[in-house]
Each structure stands twice: as structure tokens, then as C-alpha cells.
């Protein structure tokens, strides 16, 4: 064969990639595709900080491809209709992809497949590579996935995984694909100014120093808010610019505690991978339909806007909320005590709170996303739905001296210690010399709230 082509999507590497490895092995030339898909860019989801994510990844695959001989060719617009057209001028006889687990990528997948059949053109979808253990993989009797974690953490641990691939030496690509330039970040407006760097090297060098460094204390400090003990790989992990093989294969190379409890983090990915690769409608309908009257935006719209704003009136709520819009990212435990927030004490539709969160999250996945929500607001794979956390008691457990509510919310910044965390508790006179809202609503009516609506449900 002459030519072949690697379509990039959720994988932007050159280290640990089959779908590149298979198209080098069978052809004499390769062309590395990316599409800017404008399915994507229609429903929404390239958003700001994910487009300059992107654009970083996307600098940085293009380089690591000329630095082996070759170039990234990329273009605009369906990308089935990108991909045939490139086909078409080379003459390809085979096209690799990862395999996705959304609905969206499912239908991509089955559109290419169906064009490149007309061409006499092979399509290969490579499992294990947007994930450690492809969806599937792993299934309990009788059924098509695991609707539980623990036993699937079992048997996911049991797996055999495969061994990372090296990057490849040398590319060779076409001359006669023409492309466009590749996005910049600089011509990406309206980016949260603390939105890191992305790209492959980033990613590696951050993975390293994780395991070198950081790791080892993860067990304990995992939900330590100011002391942020967490790797901070999600956007790189969501962008493919590093091998969740590759990090599974790494950390279990460390004898210690913090090394195990991050692997597990990293099944509680491919766990929600394999959901909504096997119930697609989760990235929007109940998983569990718990029959929830939820308050919607127009009901709710001020408390909503309280929430996506930072000013509830609860500290660690608006610190983490606040977090979420200057960096793109939140700290895990910030994610579940807002999501709880709104849909078990504001008792919003959890819907809501997931589209707010992808249009600021650079490592916005809709498996881990939507699920993770639909896991708060009790629709999902909790098995216990009716749990709720207090964002009082959180902050005090997690926050214990009030240090990340005072870096996110400085209006609080004269209030020492665990005081950071219940402002309204101050004497009238003092309280008026914060610029700071009075709480939404008393803990105990939201909770009661959602304790009758779900008794009447």
C-alpha cells in the first residue's frame, strides 16, 4: 500500500498511539489528519479554553510530526466529507481512528465507514487508546457493562493491558495534501486567563514530576482544597495528548499507596467511558430515572446565576465556582460539593450545571462530565442517590483553615481560620464590612426540599 491516513481526534500524540503506529506499518506515506469538525463547533462544544487547548496540542503534534520528517495536515469542515476528500487525492487504501464511546463518535465512525466502503477504502477503529481498557472489554454476565464502580474496578484491574508504544522514528507524508495552518492560541479570544499549556510535552514533563513527586502523597491529600495534591493531568488525558495507557503502565511501576489510589482515579475515567459507550443518551437523559421535578432555569434562574457567578453566600461553593472561571479547571472535591449544591440544595436540573461546566472545563469529557453529575445528583451509578454534602461541614473537613476560600474569595480575606467558612455567623456590625452575599437559602430548607420532592417521586 502507498498511502494511508491517521484521522486525530482525542489523541494528540506521537507517543503511545496505535492508530499512528498501524498507518505507518502498512504504507510507503501517512498522512496525520486533523478535522475541525463543524458538527463540533455547531453543538456548542469548542468552547474558548477548549479551543486554546486544542490550539496548543495541535502546535505541538504538528512540530513532534516535523521533527520526524512529516507534517500535520489539517482541515475544516465534515469531517467525513475531509477525510474522503483526502483519500480521494492520495489514493489511500486504509484509514486508522481511535474509537470513541459518545453517540456523536459512534455515528462518526459509522459515516466514515459507509463513505470509505464506496472508495475501497478500509477504515480501522483501535481500541485502548482514548482509554486504558477499551469499553467492553470488561462486561458483568448478562449484561453490556458494569453499572457499578467497585466491581468493575475488580475486574478492570485484572485486565490485561497493553505495553505503550515508542513514538515513531520517522514520518512520511505526501507532498501534494494541502492543509491549512494550524490553530493558534493567540487567535483565541475570551480565554480564562489561568488556562494552562497544553500539548504532548507539557503533558509528559507534568507526568513525570507527578511521579517523581507527587504521587506518593496523593492516598492522603487527594481532597486537600488549598493544598491541590492532584496530578492536574485531566485536560491532557481529555485531549489525548497523553496515554492513559501509558499513565496506568507508569504509576503502577510505584510501590506506594498514592501511586494506587491514582490509578484507581484513572478506572473511574474508563468506568464512565464504558457507560456511555453502552447508554450514548446518558450525555443527556437520566441514566436512572429517579422521576426528579427539577427546578429549571427560568424557575431557578437567580439562583443559578448566584451559582455560576461565585455568590451564593457559601464560601467554598463560590471559591470553587470561581476557580472554574479563571482556570478552566476545579478541584475535584470543589466539583462534587457545587454539583451537590445545585441539584440536591438548590434542587436544579443537573443539566444545567453540566452545560455550564463544558463551557468552561478545558477538560470538558462528556463521559466523565455528564456522568460524574448524573452521579451528584443521584440519577446515575451512585448507589446512593440520596446523599448530600454539606458545604459547611466540607469546607471545615477539607478546608480546614479557610486558605482556599480566602485565595478565591477575597472578600473574605480579614476572616482567620475555620471563620472563613460561616461569615454570617458574625456580629451584624462586623459582617456589614464584607462586601459579601448573605447565604441563598438555610441548608436545612434546601435539603428538605429535595427529601419531599423525592418522597413524592
Known amino acids: 500500500m502507498n498511502v ?21 506499518d502498512e504504507a510507503a506515506e501517512t498522512v496525520p489528519l486533523f478535522v475541525r469538525d463543524d458538527r463540533i463547533d455547531a453543538a456548542g462544544f469548542a468552547t474558548p479554553n477548549r479551543s486554546a487547548f486544542l490550539a496548543d496540542c495541535l502546535t505541538v503534534l504538528g512540530e513532534a510530526l516535523r521533527d520526524r520528517g512529516g507534517r500535520l495536515v489539517v482541515r475544516s469542515g465534515d469531517v467525513v466529507d475531509e477525510v474522503c ?11 486508522h ?19 470509505l466502503a464506496e472508495r475501497d477504502c478500509a477504515l480501522h477503529v483501535h481500541d485502548a487508546v482514548v482509554t486504558a481498557v477499551a469499553p467492553g472489554a470488561v462486561t458483568p454476565t448478562g449484561n453490556d457493562h458494569f453499572a457499578v464502580f467497585t466491581p468493575y474496578f475488580r475486574r478492570w484491574a485484572q485486565q490485561g493491558k497493553r505495553k505503550p508504544l515508542a513514538a515513531p522514528r520517522v514520518v512520511r507524508v505526501p507532498d501534494s495534501v494541502d492543509s491549512e495552518a494550524v490553530p493558534s492560541r493567540a487567535d483565541v479570544p475570551d480565554v480564562s486567563p489561568g488556562v494552562p499549556a497544553g500539548g504532548e510535552a507539557e503533558a509528559r514533563s507534568r507526568l513525570t514530576a507527578w511521579l517523581r513527586s507527587g504521587v506518593a502523597g496523593y492516598a ?22 497523553l496515554s492513559p495507557v501509558e499513565a496506568v503502565h507508569r504509576a503502577s511501576k510505584k510501590d506506594n499507596a498514592g501511586a494506587e489510589a491514582f490509578v484507581r482515579q484513572l478506572c473511574w475515567r474508563d468506568f464512565h467511558h464504558q457507560v456511555l459507550a453502552a447508554r450514548p443518551a446518558a450525555a443527556r437523559a437520566d441514566y436512572r430515572d429517579r422521576r426528579d421535578h427539577w427546578r429549571g432555569e427560568d424557575e431557578a434562574a ?30 475535584n472535591r470543589g466539583r462534587l460539593l457545587v454539583a451537590s449544591f445545585l441539584t440536591k440544595t438548590l434542587y436544579v436540573d443537573w443539566r444545567v450545571g453540566a452545560r455550564h461546566f463544558l463551557r468552561h472545563l478545558v477538560d470538558g469529557d462528556i463521559a466523565n462530565n455528564q456522568l460524574n453529575w448524573q452521579w451528584v445528583a443521584g440519577t446515575g451509578n451512585d448507589t446512593r442517590p440520596n446523599r448530600v454534602l454539606n458545604p459547611v461541614l466540607q469546607g471545615r473537613r477539607h478546608d480546614p483553615d479557610g486558605a482556599y476560600v480566602r485565595h478565591w474569595v477575597p472578600e473574605l480575606k480579614g476572616l482567620e481560620g475555620a471563620a472563613a467558612h460561616e461569615p454570617w455567623k458574625l456580629p451584624a456590625d462586623e ?27
Open 4 to 24: 494511508s491516513v491517521v484521522l486525530f481526534t482525542s489523541d494528540l500524540r506521537v507517543h503511545d498511539h496505535p492508530p499512528l503506529r498501524a498507518a505507518l
Open 220 to 241: 492522603d491529600g487527594h481532597d486537600d482544597l488549598p493544598g491541590d495534591r492532584t496530578s492536574r493531568l485531566s485536560p491532557h488525558l481529555h485531549f489525548g495528548a
Open 97 to 115: 481512528v481511535a474509537g470513541g464511546v459518545s453517540g456523536y463518535a459512534q455515528g462518526r465512525e459509522e459515516r466514515l465507514r459507509s463513505a
Open 85 to 95: 476528500a483526502v483519500v480521494d487525492a492520495t489514493g489511500a487504501g486504509s484509514v
Open 431 to 457: 459582617r456589614a464590612g464584607y462586601d459579601y452575599p448573605e447565604p441563598l437559602l438555610e441548608l436545612s430548607a434546601g435539603l428538605a426540599r429535595f427529601q419531599r420532592a423525592r418522597d413524592r417521586s
Open 302 to 331: 437567580d439562583d443559578i446565576a448566584a451559582w455560576k457567578e461565585g455568590r451564593t453566600g457559601f464560601p467554598v461553593i463560590d471559591a470553587a465556582m470561581r476557580q472554574l472561571a479563571h482556570e478552566g479547571w476545579m478541584h
